[in-house]
């Protein structure tokens, strides 16, 4: 098993910043790749980013492309997303996910969630 814990959330200004941090321990070894999701309220969970350990190649939502940047540090076995010109729109509960399988987009372990309100 992989558990994972998230930090970082808050309350920020739009076009303000913040840092989430998933840190990962147990059988970290057994995950390909890290993403990041969000679910507003009243809607369905959505990708933003993701990561692989190894090569740490990323993939973006549109909808963040140019604003967050997900990074790893695999000594800490810990995944990042900075987050910076927010939205409003951008408030959601952030969840961080590990992902075992090279080919399938399934993920296999997930954290507890941070909350992050973007006031305007």
């Known amino acids: 098993q992989v558990q994972l814990v998230e930090s970082g959330g808050g309350l920020v200004q739009a076009g303000g910043s913040l840092r989430l941090s998933c840190a990962a321990s147990g059988r970290t070894f057994s995950t390909y790749a890290m993403g990041w999701f969000r679910q507003a309220p009243g809607k369905g969970r959505e990708f933003v980013a993701s990561i692989t350990w190894s090569v740490g190649s990323t993939i973006y939502a549109d909808s963040v492309k140019g604003r967050f940047t997900i990074s790893r540090d695999n000594a800490k076995n810990t995944v990042y997303l900075q987050m910076n010109s927010l939205k409003p729109e951008d408030t959601a509960v952030y969840y961080c996910?590990?992902?075992?399988?090279?080919?399938?987009?399934?993920?296999?372990?997930w954290g507890q969630g941070t909350q992050v309100t973007v006031s305007s």
């Open positions: 996910a590990g992902r075992q399988s090279r080919v399938t987009n399934v993920y296999n372990y």
